[in-house]
């Protein structure tokens, strides 16, 4: 079909990597929204398996405004840099393939980002333990700017961000296999001049697979760079009220690689952490939030 620039307002970008025969939350959004003129898919296909290649190809055939870019990426970030090399929409979203959004509540955030000539929206999400089958739904927005963007701060998926193309204009993903999606969105927001909160619940993220990048201990190494390059920003950052936000993105970074990171990423944060100007107050109830929090489910988060 063929479309020209300005009739696109949104593109939405996925990177796909080994899901040969796990590709049906893909087949179902993207059937729900490509009779939609508007929007453009862009699947990314960071070659892993001849299966998964196949399988893109046969959707991309099948439904309309759908296009597959694939190289060797190595990591999410580069794959979404692709798509956002050659998107056209007005607003960019970034899902992942083993997840559900909403669809009709995306295209009603969609037309709230763009009645407000937001740079930046951000919608409710709910999360599903694909073991228990548990689900539970974030709260709703509080109205109150520093309680809403810790609330994001707690759980900083992009997958729920709505962002303009203008406002991504000279930000790109780092390289990173870790927390490169949370380093994007601190540099957005940081950025951003409107911020939305729209009460809609766009995303269903799912948790418990061995597949996700959580499980990978070498994956897991990567949230010391971007700890580092949390602080960087936090350092550099202009905006008072994105401070508590930032400090608590650093903050899960950081406890998170004591945890879960292997004995050389877990010396080095406490290298890291000799820098004396994490000690502030901000950072320092930073830390305890993230650890009040880190018991309980996205109700609270």
């Known amino acids: 079909m063929n479309q020209g620039k300005q009739a696109i307002l949104a593109s939405i970008i996925c990177p796909i990597r080994d899901m040969g025969g796990k590709l049906h939350f893909v087949r ?13 898919i862009i699947l990314v296909h960071d070659i892993a398996d001849t299966l998964t290649g196949e399988e893109l190809i046969e959707i991309s055939n099948t439904y309309r ?5 694939e190289g060797y990426y190595g990591n999410p970030g580069s794959a979404r840099n692709a798509g956002l090399e050659i998107c056209s929409g007005k607003s960019v979203v970034f899902w992942d393939s083993d997840d559900e ?45 520093a309680k809403d963007f810790q609330s994001i701060a707690l759980n900083p998926g992009i997958w ?18 870790m927390a490169e999606d949370q380093i994007f969105l601190c540099e957005a927001l940081i950025k951003a001049r409107n911020v939305r909160f729209i009460d809609s619940l766009n995303y269903t993220y799912f948790t418990g697979s061995s597949q996700h990048l959580t499980r990978n201990t070498r994956a897991l190494q990567d949230l010391l760079p971007a700890f580092k390059q949390t602080k960087e920003l936090l350092n550099g950052n202009q905006k008072k009220e994105l401070n508590s936000f930032l400090n608590t993105v650093a903050a899960r970074q950081l406890i998170s690689g004591l945890r879960y990171g292997n004995q050389r990423t877990r010396i080095r944060l406490l290298i890291s952490l000799l820098d004396a100007r994490l000690f502030q107050h901000d950072f320092l109830m930073g830390m305890k939030t993230v650890f009040q929090n880190s018991h309980k489910g996205p109700t609270n988060a």
């Open 65 to 69: 405004n759908t296009r597959i870019i």
């Open 28 to 40: 179902n959004w993207v059937e729900k929204i490509s009779p939609n003129p508007q929007i453009e």
């Open 160 to 177: 729920r961000v709505i962002f303009s193309r203008e406002l991504l204009n000279g930000i790109r993903f780092n390289p990173l296999r």
């Open 101 to 145: 959004p909403n669809v009709e509540n995306f295209l009603l955030s969609l037309e709230v980002m763009h009645q407000f000539q937001s740079d930046l929206g951000v919608a409710t999400y709910a999360v599903c333990n694909e073991i228990t089958l548990l689900r539970r739904e974030s709260n709703p927005w509080s109205n109150e700017l």
